[in-house]
């Protein structure tokens, strides 16, 4: 169960997002620098999400009705425009994703230069600023919270401590929450890339999906938020595609589910909470003021 589920539109008894960071072929080039310009395999690999996957996903939310939120770095925008003028064509929110897929703890202390970057190219190539972020490899930091909270974003997807949309308090302000879990994301079961340091098993895609159809099931009973955090490049490809794209059409005919983007989702919490009819649970950030020793 969960102890203060929100109360969904319509009587949705689950709120619902797949969620799709476009991380393209910036993995390689952050990985390997000096070289990755010559590395054709990981580049092939990383543009099959736009040029392949993108189209073939929006094809499906188009003929369902939906609409979904894609995060996608800056650098990815700048590379890829046709595929983020399709994902903005069918109404669908993208969110921050870093400028190159840089990892936030890598540049630690830098990272206002990076996040302001990616914000220009946003509003040069999407012609608005983003609602939402997702950190490269989920890793915030407290400089990253508070950046967001400057930079007037409504909500971070990268953290983990609930199961349903929170609300974290930090003495300059406060951001939503949209939670993530290892276990709703196709990292581990279909990534298999060497040069990243990554070689987990490839799963069948039935199986590798099986876990998240599981995840579901467990927040539809409890009227919960299933998120998957997934990306074009894995599970995009065709054979995923067809199974994810056949649980879709399952669950919207059969389950009471509200598919929405994440600022609709969040914007819906923090609706509730200004009319005094909903009170998302509250983290109080930052956790730690130095080295825990
Ligand atoms: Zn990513």
Redesign the pocket.
Known sequence: MIENPVPWPNGAKCACAITF?M?ADSLIHVARPDDSFNRLYPITMGRYGPTVAIPRILKTYERLGIKQSFFIPGWCLEHYPDAVEAILKGGHEIGH?GWI?EDPIATAGNQREWIEKALQSHERICGLRPRGYRA?VYNVTQEVVDLLIEHGFKYDSSLMADDIPYLMKTPNGELYEAPVHWGTDDWPPFAHYDEIGYMMPVRAPSQGLAGFWEEFEAHYEAGGFFMLIVHPFLTGRLARWRLVEQWLEQTMKHRSVWFAPLEEIIGHVAARREAGTYEPRIETLPYFEGPVS
């Open positions: 960071d991380d994703h897929h490269p």
